[in-house]
C-alpha cells in the first residue's frame, strides 16, 4: 500500500502526561503493528498520539475490540501472583475459558503451574535461591509470548535479579500485583467469552479518543496515574474512590512490555543501577516540584522521549533499546546529568522533547510517578562549561544525601540543580548567570560549616568563558564582576575572595581553611556593610605594608552609571552579592578588552557631589594634576567617617586632603567651610564607602575630579591605565 493511503488517526485520549497515558500509546501502536498492520507508525503531535495506518478509524476500532489477543502477563515469582498456595480464581477463569483471543494466556498459565510442580513449589518462592532457580527455569521453559512480560518485569542475573522502577519489585508495587490486575480488567471486559461486554466499546472509544464514558470501574491503577488513584480531596467531599477504564491499563501493560523489555536482556549479565534502563536515571532534587528530602527514598526518573515524525515500531524499539543519553565521554546517571546530555545533544536525533517523570514515595510505603515537565531538546553552547565542576560536586552529592548533615546543603544542592536544569531547557546568558549565584550560595555554605570544608579541594578553578556566557547585561552582573576581578597591584595581598570566603591563598591557589582567618571579614550582615569592612582590611593591609598603591585595581573597571545605581539603593544586592561570591571561583585575567568605562557617564552633574569628592581619594593609581600628585594613600578617616554614617566628617576630612597637596576643592572656601553646592540629602554615608570598592576607569575617575577641584580643564590629566 502506498503511503499517500494511509489514514491520520488522532488519539486524543493518549497524551504524553501522565505516565499511564504515554505508555498507552506505545501500547496502542505495538498491538497493532504486531498483530493487524505491520505499516502502522506512531508521533506526538501538539500533545497528543497521532496513528497513521492502513486502518481507518472504525477499523482499529473493531480489530481492538474483536480480535486483539492480550500478551500473557503473569507472575509466578510473585507471592501475590495466585499460583499459591493453589491457582487463584483469576487464573482459573482463563485458564478454563474457551476464547480463542486467550489461547496464549492458556498456554502460559500452563507451562507456568508445569514449572512450579518441577520444583515442587507449593508456597512462594522465597528470596535468594529459591527464587532465583524458579526465574532462571522459567526464562527457559515458558512460551516466547511470554517472555518479553518477564524481561520487562525482572533482570536476571548471574546469581541474583532485579526490576526496573517502572514495575516496582518485579511486577509488584506495594500490595499491588500488576499481572493481577491485569487479568481482572480482562475478565471485567469479557475477553473470556465469545464477545466482549456491552460497554467495552465505550471504554474503548474513551480510552482511544477522550470520549465522555460514563461507568468508570473503581480499581486500583497504581503508580502510574496518580489523578485516578483516589484518596482524600479527589473529589466532592473528603474522600473519593480510584476511577478506571480498564482498557487504559491493558494498553499501558502492553505498551510497559514495549519500554522496558527491549534492555532487559542486553543488561541481564551487568551489574543493575537506575541508570542501566531505557532513559531511567537516578532522582535529583530540582525545580520546585520536588523535595531534596523525595529524593533519598525516589525510586529514580523516567525521561519519555516525544517525536513529531511518525516512527515505527521497530525504529522506537531501536530508541527505547538504546535508551541512553552522553554528555562529554560520559553516560547521564541522573536527571541533571540527562538535562545537559540534552543541551550537549548527546541523545538520539529524531526526539523532539522529553516528558519527565519522577517516581517518588507517598502514602506511606507507594511510589507515584509524579510529572516533573516538558524538556524540548535543543542546543545550549555553553552547557560544556559545567563539566569543569564535576568533580568538585562529588562532596557536595555525598553530604547532600547524608541525614546527619545540615539541610542547608541540600538546599544549595536542589538550587544549583535547578539552575542547570532551568539553563538546560531554556539557555540564554540569564539563566547561565543563575549558575553562578547558585554555586554562590555552595560557598556561602561551606563557609559556615569549618568541619565540612575538608572534603573539598579548595575553591574550583572555572575558565574565563564563564563570564563571558553569564554576561546578562545586569548593573548586578557587571558590579559583581567588577567585585571578583579585584586585585592588589604591588602583589602584596590576595583577591577579594580571601575576604568573602573562610580561604588561605598561597603561590595562586586558594584553598578553604579550617578555621577563620583574619583577611575573612563577610559577616551577615547587608552587602554595603561588608563591603565597607572589606575596604577597611585592604587599607589596614596597605598601611601596615607600606604599599606604593592601594589594593583596590580590578580586572573589570565598573561604570558610572552601575555605581550610581548601587549608591541610589537600586540594584538586588542579594543577587548583586551571590553573583560575586560565584565569581569567586572563575580565573581573572588581564585583557585588553576588559577597559570598559570609556563612555562613563554622560552627564556628570547627575552624580552626587559627595561622591565625586570622596571616590577619587580611593584610586589605586597615582594621579597628577596641574602638577600637583595626588598619590594612592590609605584614607582610613574618610573611611570610618562614613561608616559612622557621619557623611559631613568625611567630606570635611576629603577637602583637607585636597587642600593639604595645594588644591582647592569645589564647594568649599579657603577656611574648609561647605557651600550648600556640596549639600549631602538623599546619600547614604554607609553604601557611599562601600562604592568606593568599585573600580573606576581612569576616565571616569578624571570626570569626578575636575567636579571637585578647581583646575581648568585642559590642565587636568591622568596616568593611563585602569584604575
Not at 495466585?82 to 491457582?87: A, F, Q
Not at 535508551?323 to 526526539?351: H, N, P, Q, T
Not at 540543580?417 to 560557598?443: E, H, N, P, W
Not at 582647592?664 to 568606593?692: E, F, I, M, Q
Amino acid at each position: 500500500m502506498n503511503r499517500i493511503d494511509m489514514n491520520r488517526i488522532e488519539l486524543a485520549g493518549c497524551r504524553p502526561d501522565p505516565l499511564m497515558s504515554y505508555l498507552k500509546a506505545l501500547g496502542i501502536l505495538r498491538i497493532l503493528t504486531s498483530q493487524k498492520d505491520p505499516l502502522a507508525r506512531g508521533a506526538w503531535v501538539d500533545g497528543l498520539f497521532v496513528l497513521t495506518s492502513s486502518l481507518t478509524k472504525e477499523e482499529v476500532l473493531q480489530f481492538l475490540l474483536e480480535e486483539y489477543q492480550p500478551t500473557p502477563i503473569t507472575s509466578p515469582w510473585n507471592g501475590g501472583s495466585g499460583y499459591y498456595p493453589t491457582l487463584a480464581e483469576i487464573l482459573c477463569q482463563i485458564r478454563d475459558s474457551k476464547s480463542p483471543r486467550l489461547e496464549p494466556f492458556r498456554q502460559t498459565i500452563q507451562s507456568a503451574m508445569d514449572v512450579i510442580d518441577s520444583l515442587g513449589l507449593v508456597e512462594k518462592p522465597q528470596p535468594g535461591e529459591q527464587k532465583q532457580q524458579l526465574l532462571q527455569k522459567l526464562r527457559v521453559k515458558m512460551p516466547e509470548c511470554f517472555l518479553p512480560w518477564m524481561d520487562a518485569a525482572v533482570v536476571l542475573q548471574q546469581d541474583s535479579f532485579s526490576g526496573p522502577p517502572l514495575l516496582g519489585s518485579g511486577g509488584n508495587d506495594g500490595r499491588l500485583e500488576f499481572s493481577v490486575n491485569f487479568m481482572n480488567r480482562l475478565i471485567s471486559l469479557g475477553f473470556q467469552q465469545p464477545r466482549l461486554e456491552t460497554k467495552a466499546k465505550s471504554y474503548l472509544a474513551n480510552s482511544l479518543f477522550g470520549t465522555p464514558c460514563a461507568d468508570l470501574g473503581d480499581m486500583a491503577v497504581g503508580q502510574f496515574n496518580p489523578g485516578r488513584a483516589g484518596g482524600p480531596n479527589n473529589t466532592q467531599g473528603f474522600e473519593g474512590n480510584s476511577l478506571d477504564n480498564p482498557f487504559d491499563f491493558l494498553f499501558m501493560m502492553e505498551g510497559v512490555v514495549l519500554f522496558t523489555g527491549t534492555a532487559a536482556r542486553k543488561l541481564a549479565s551487568q551489574d543493575y543501577s537506575v541508570s542501566k534502563f531505557p532513559f531511567t536515571m537516578q532522582s535529583v532534587a530540582a525545580e520546585a516540584s520536588v523535595e531534596a528530602a523525595d529524593t533519598r527514598e525516589a525510586k529514580g526518573e523516567l525521561w519519555l522521549p516525544l517525536w513529531s515524525s511518525a516512527a515505527s515500531l521497530t525504529e522506537i524499539s531501536y530508541l527505547l533499546n538504546e535508551g541512553r543519553a552522553d554528555f562529554g565521554d560520559k553516560a547521564a546517571r541522573s536527571g541533571v546529568d540527562f538535562a545537559r546530555a540534552i543541551a550537549s545533544l548527546g541523545v538520539d536525533r529524531g526526539i523532539d522533547a522529553f516528558q519527565r517523570m519522577g517516581f517518588l514515595k507517598r502514602n506511606g510505603l507507594s511510589i507515584l510517578v509524579t510529572p516533573l515537565g516538558l524538556f524540548p531538546v535543543r542546543e545550549q553552547k555553553e552547557v560544556d562549561l559545567i563539566r569543569e565542576l564535576d568533580r568538585w560536586f562529588y562532596p557536595l552529592r555525598k553530604l547532600a544525601q547524608d541525614d546527619k548533615s545540615p539541610t542547608r546543603f541540600a538546599t544549595a544542592l536542589k538550587g544549583w540543580d535547578t539552575s542547570v536544569m532551568a539553563y538546560c531547557r531554556q539557555g540564554g546568558s540569564a539563566r547561565f548567570s543563575d549558575l553562578i549565584t547558585a554555586l554562590g550560595d555552595i560557598f556561602s555554605c561551606l563557609a559556615k560549616g569549618p568541619k565540612y570544608r575538608e572534603n573539598f579541594r579548595g575553591l574550583p578553578r572555572l575558565s574565563p568563558l564563564w563570564l563571558t556566557a553569564a554576561d546578562d547585561n545586569t548593573p548586578e552582573y557587571r558590579l559583581a564582576r567588577s567585585l571578583a576581578g579585584m586585585y592588589d597591584p604591588n602583589l602584596k595581598i590576595g583577591p577579594m575572595a580571601l575576604h568573602a570566603l573562610p580561604l588561605k591563598y598561597s603561590t595562586g591557589k586558594a584553598d578553604w581553611s579550617t578555621g577563620f582567618p583574619l583577611d575573612y571579614t563577610w559577616t551577615a550582615g547587608p552587602l554595603a556593610q561588608n563591603l565597607a569592612l572589606v575596604l577597611k582590611r585592604r587599607l589596614i593591609d596597605a598601611q601596615r605594608k607600606n604599599m606604593e598603591l592601594l589594593p583596590l585595581a580590578t580586572f573589570f573597571p565598573a561604570a558610572l552609571d552601575d555605581v550610581m545605581l548601587f549608591l541610589a539603593g537600586s540594584t538586588d544586592d542579594e543577587r548583586l552579592e551571590r553573583l560575586m561570591r560565584g565569581m569567586l571561583a572563575i580565573r581573572q585575567q588581564w585583557e585588553p578588552q576588559n577597559l570598559p568605562g570609556k563612555e562613563g557617564n554622560k552627564d556628570l552633574n547627575d552624580i552626587p557631589f559627595a561622591f565625586s569628592m570622596i571616590r577619587p581619594l580611593f584610586a589605586s593609581k597615582v594621579f597628577e594634576i596641574h602638577g600637583t600628585e595626588i598619590p594612592s594613600k590609605p584614607q582610613s578617616e574618610v573611611l570610618v567617617s562614613l561608616m559612622a554614617a557621619d557623611l559631613p566628617k568625611a567630606l570635611d576630612l576629603a577637602s583637607r586632603r585636597f587642600r593639604h597637596l595645594g588644591l582647592t576643592p569645589l564647594g568649599s572656601s579657603r577656611t574648609g567651610k561647605h557651600s550648600s553646592y556640596s549639600d549631602v540629602a538623599g546619600v547614604n554615608p554607609l553604601r557611599l564607602a562601600a562604592s568606593c570598592l568599585f573600580g573606576l576607569s581612569s576616565r571616569d575617575l578624571n570626570g569626578l575630579l575636575y567636579r571637585v577641584v578647581r583646575v581648568p580643564k585642559e590642565q587636568l590629566h591622568t596616568i593611563p591605565g585602569e584604575v
